[in-house]
């Protein structure tokens, strides 16, 4: 009898992690779901063609036009800035603490580097536009008061941690035999981090990278405040820009009529940033699975 209600007691125990393991399953159904409805809807009135080669994208106006380019382009150029800073920033911070750093200080510093992935996004906003901003004006006087320069950079500031975070874990779970060895085989310090230990530690380097680039991609106050809300096909930072989640914001804040055409754009270019993010994920999987063959 005692055995018995041990197994059930097992495999009620059982029952329950599945039901666990299976909430992020379901969540990702279920933001699925409810984008594709709307979106299907969507494109019901909307040529997907020009939604994904129009570079024009005003959905608000009397002219109306489709052109996803033109927030995909924000997005992209302000992720790209934010990864540009943040990632060199956070794997050197990263190899300091764990090669170089004594370990009082790495106890003292490394949790108030992740002080700055707890602090309000629209701190950072306003700190790009009322601080960031005005100093890159004075190096270059042709900015836009509104650019892509400014919340890109901060927003690189606020992912520093997550890659610091992640990467000195990841150098730290490298084996000492592998540290030992190097210096056995003459490298001095220098070498053994960057030639050594980071190829090793690099699938959980990767890691940190694809979350940083995806806390940028999803990233909504800071851009909304300091890049502006002009959706154009640019590339070019001095200039005001326009990303899918400030213009999600901009629709979601109640002035178009719900179950309208403009209403379901919203959930069109929600659409699009998942797709993206997925492929990116998947693309940067596979990466860490060919670096994790190479040193095997």
Known sequence: ??????????????????????????????????????????????????????????????????????????????????????VPVGITIAVYLNEYASKKFTSIVKPLLEVLAAVPTVIYGFFALQFVTPLLQKIFPELSGFNALSPGIVMGIMIIPYITSLSEDALRAVPKSLR??????????????????VPAANSGIIVSVILAISRALGETMIVAIAAGQEPKLTFNPMESVETITTYIVQVSMGDVPQDSLEYRTIFAAGMTLFVFTFLLNNISFWIRKKYQQRYE
């Not at 210096?183 to 030639?195: D, S, V």
């Open 1 to 86: 009898m005692v055995g018995l209600n041990k197994i059930k007691s097992e495999k009620l125990i059982e029952f329950i992690m599945l039901l666990c393991s299976m909430v992020s399953v379901l969540t990702t159904v279920g933001i699925i779901l409810v984008l594709s409805v709307d979106t299907f809807q969507f494109f019901g009135e909307v040529s997907f063609f020009d939604f994904i080669t129009d570079t024009e994208w005003t959905p608000l106006f009397e002219d109306k036009h489709f052109g996803i380019l033109a927030l995909l382009s924000g997005t992209l150029l302000t992720t790209f800035i934010a990864v540009v800073i943040a």
């Open 180 to 197: 030992e060895a190097s210096y056995g085989l003459g490298a001095n310090r220098f070498e053994t981090a960057f030639k050594v230990l």
